[in-house]
């Protein structure tokens, strides 16, 4: 591992063993963040599976209806029937944190969806139709909440990502040039001071003959 470029001196040893210790920290702090995130992303996603399955059965339903729907009715018949909607939602969007992530939270108006207002005649059209329309509605507040999860999921896994990123270039980056720097200024400042004692036991001896003479 390559030693940081500093000047062998004691301030930088005790600068450098804060930095240690800061990075230490943060590690584990990263790694505690990092552990909770996959957390609950695992959670959502199981989540997700459980709506996604539930909505594609109702989907596939729904599809069915329509199906049968256009076998007995004039193609002209239904397009004109599925020209305008028979429901409006009102759709309501904000954000909440997750560990410093912020996510989206979808609200639906629950009123907005109940008012149904058939745009055709009921002697018109199957009553295919008139159960896929229905499934279609029924389904709508799980199609909004699968949304919000799996905007939600992409959301965490992205910052999964970002933390492990930090936490490895911490542990195996600069943590362990920390430590070989201090290694380093630690064995420099004990050769300047073996180097000085050396010196000094020189000039003592110099002294001492001098003084015997």
């Given at each position: 591992m390559a030693v940081?470029?500093?000047?062998p001196t004691r301030m930088e040893l005790t600068l450098m063993k804060r930095r240690l210790v800061t990075a230490k920290r943060g590690h584990k702090l990263l790694k505690d963040k990092r552990d909770e995130l996959v957390r609950r992303f695992i959670v959502l996603v199981k989540e997700n599976a459980k709506i996604?399955?539930?909505v594609e059965q109702e989907l596939g339903a729904a599809l069915q209806d329509f199906a049968l729907a256009r076998a007995v009715m004039e193609p002209g018949a239904l397009?004109?029937?599925?020209?305008?909607?028979?429901?409006e939602?009102?759709?309501t969007m904000d954000r909440r944190s997750i560990l410093s992530v912020r996510v989206p939270v979808f609200a639906m108006d629950e009123e907005s969806v109940?008012?149904?207002v058939l745009p055709y005649g009921l002697a018109d059209?199957?009553?295919q139709l008139d159960g896929a329309i229905e499934t279609m509605a029924q389904v709508l507040p799980l199609l909004?909440?699968?949304?919000?999860?799996?905007k939600t999921t992409g959301l965490l896994a992205d910052e999964i990502q970002k933390t492990r990123r930090r936490v490895n270039a911490l542990e195996y980056v600069m943590i362990p040039q920390f430590e070989e720097t201090i290694r380093y200024i630690t064995m420099k400042l004990e050769e300047n001071e073996r180097g000085a004692?050396?010196?000094?036991?020189?000039?003592?001896?110099?002294?001492?003959?001098r003084a015997a003479n």
């Open positions: 940081l470029r500093v000047n996604r399955k539930q397009h004109q029937a599925l020209l305008y909607p028979a429901r939602a009102a759709i109940s008012k149904t059209t199957s009553a909004i909440q699968l949304a919000e999860i799996e004692l050396i010196r000094l036991m020189k000039v003592k001896e110099m002294l001492e003959e």
